[in-house]
């Protein structure tokens, strides 16, 4: 998983480069000898910088520093990656008060977390002529979370189960 170091020096293979200065000037297309040769007499190195460019874009600079530099980004860009997890709480339309409640706590610990939330309304029998008593409870889950989630997806029957997806309010949005 390691960075993709850019080729340097005598590793460049294009017979002629475009060549920019430590200060960022451009010093125009030279053959890559040429600019190995100015790179040698300032002390730098010849990095190449935009492969992909015709002809190829190199740069006079210390190679360690670049490579480190480049590191130190991607670094930072994975640190501020974020990763959602989904978390699925299982109910059955028939559940107890009591339940209710401790399944609440959980789901509301979830979305504390940063988490989305699932709800799963499980049907069994005759339960499916009585949809509407998950759809009821799901509604009124939504109603005492209202503060810490929005509904990001309503309420759907999928073949025995009703679905529904929480996901966290933001902090900024909370203090409204």
């Not at 991607?74 to 299982?90: D, F, G, I, L, N």
């Not at 939504?142 to 759907?156: F, M, W």
């Amino acid at each position: 998983m390691g960075i993709v170091k850019p080729r340097a020096n005598e590793m460049i293979e294009a017979p002629q480069v475009r060549l920019i200065s430590e200060e960022g000037k451009q010093l125009g297309i030279l053959k890559v000898e040429e600019a190995l040769k100015i790179a040698q007499e300032s002390g730098l190195d010849l990095v190449e910088v935009a492969p992909q460019a015709n002809p190829p874009v190199c740069r006079l600079m210390e190679y360690g520093k670049y490579c480190y530099e480049l590191e130190q980004k991607q670094k930072a860009s994975r640190k501020r990656q974020c990763t959602t997890v989904v978390k699925e709480m299982k109910m059955r339309p028939k559940i107890d008060i009591h339940d209710y409640v401790t399944k609440k706590k959980y789901i509301e610990k979830f979305l504390e977390h940063g988490n989305k939330v699932k709800i799963t309304i499980m049907f069994r029998g005759r339960e499916m002529a009585h949809t509407d008593l998950g759809r009821d409870l799901l509604n009124r889950l939504t109603k005492d979370l209202e503060e810490l989630a929005t509904v990001e997806s309503e309420p759907n029957l999928d073949g025995r189960n009703m679905c529904m997806v929480l996901s966290p309010v933001s902090e900024k949005d909370r203090k409204r």
